[in-house]
């Protein structure tokens, strides 16, 4: 059984691996992760500054996600599932724990900055693409800017 909890400073390094895994699943190059290596990083103290909540199984983190911001406005700071569990429901199980945690702080709308090939599982999830904003690590690439109202 999948359950979600609060996640570990200690658990920083695991986390940064499974976000990079878990980027590099939709076919991107050796160039394009190499970009991205430092906005996907976790260090200790983002894990509770920025709400982490991981999905675990036996033991195993299969994803994670972090609530980003102060109410009434934040951000689905960073969402990753381990490749070889996507389809399995942790990504549906994460987000809906991250869409009440968020309605219990107070806040009234997300914003997520996606991936596009994660845009699909955001906008199945109720979530809207109201624009695009640039990477931060790829200049010139812009990703889908998506709003999910709370309320």
């Keep these: 059984m999948v359950y979600v909890r609060e996640g570990r400073p200690a658990e920083a390094a695991e986390l940064t691996a499974l976000a990079l ?3 590099a699943h939709w076919g991107y190059d050796e160039g394009f992760m190499a970009a991205c290596r430092e ?3 976790v260090r200790p103290a983002d894990v509770t500054a ?7 199984r036996d033991g195993r983190i299969l994803g994670f996600t972090m609530l980003d911001g102060a109410p009434p406005e934040g951000a689905l700071g960073m969402m990753f599932v381990e490749p070889d569990a996507i389809g399995q429901g942790v990504g549906r199980l994460l987000f809906g724990h991250a869409r ?3 309605r219990r702080l107070g806040f009234t709308l997300l914003t997520i900055d996606a991936d596009p090939n994660a845009e699909p599982f955001y906008t199945a999830m109720g ?9 931060g690590s790829v200049p010139g690439r812009m990703l889908p800017l998506l709003e999910l109202a709370l309320t």
């Design 127 to 135: 979530a809207v693409r109201v624009g695009a904003v640039p990477s």
């Design 100 to 102: 009440e945690q968020a």
């Design 21 to 23: 895994r878990s980027k």
């Design 50 to 56: 920025r709400r982490t909540a991981v999905a675990e």
């Design 39 to 41: 906005e996907l990083a």
